[in-house]
């Protein structure tokens, strides 16, 4: 069983940095493609970045040029997030996927102010 828990979320101000982690507990981390996602209120869930085992990377035209995914060897998935703004607000999800495993952890909230 994997389990997925998140942090790094918080408050900060538009233009402000930061640094969202996933902690991956359980077995074959590196087979996984991790996702972030998001929610904002009254939004649907977003795919905001993908990292595939092979170290491909995928994001979200809103956020390309601001946001990079990242992993390292202690089964941790990061989500470096710059120049925030506004619309950045949301509750942000972290999601490991290989062929029928699909686990989620249970949120962080971001918010950004002016």
């Known amino acids: 069983q994997v389990q997925l828990v998140e942090s790094g979320g918080g408050s900060v101000q538009s233009g402000g940095s930061l640094r969202l982690s996933c902690a991956f507990s359980g ?9 972030w996602y998001r929610q904002a209120p009254g939004k649907q869930r977003e795919l905001v970045a993908t990292l595939t085992p092979s170290a491909e990377t995928t994001y979200a035209d809103a956020v390309q040029g601001r946001f990079t ?16 703004n506004l619309a950045d607000t949301a509750v942000y999800y972290c999601n490991a996927v290989w062929r029928a495993h699909d686990y989620w952890g249970q949120g962080t909230q971001v918010t950004v102010s002016s």
């Open 27 to 35: 077995n074959f981390f590196t087979f996984y493609t991790m996702n």
């Open 69 to 84: 995914i990242s992993r390292d060897n202690y089964q941790n998935t990061y989500l470096q997030m710059n120049s925030l």
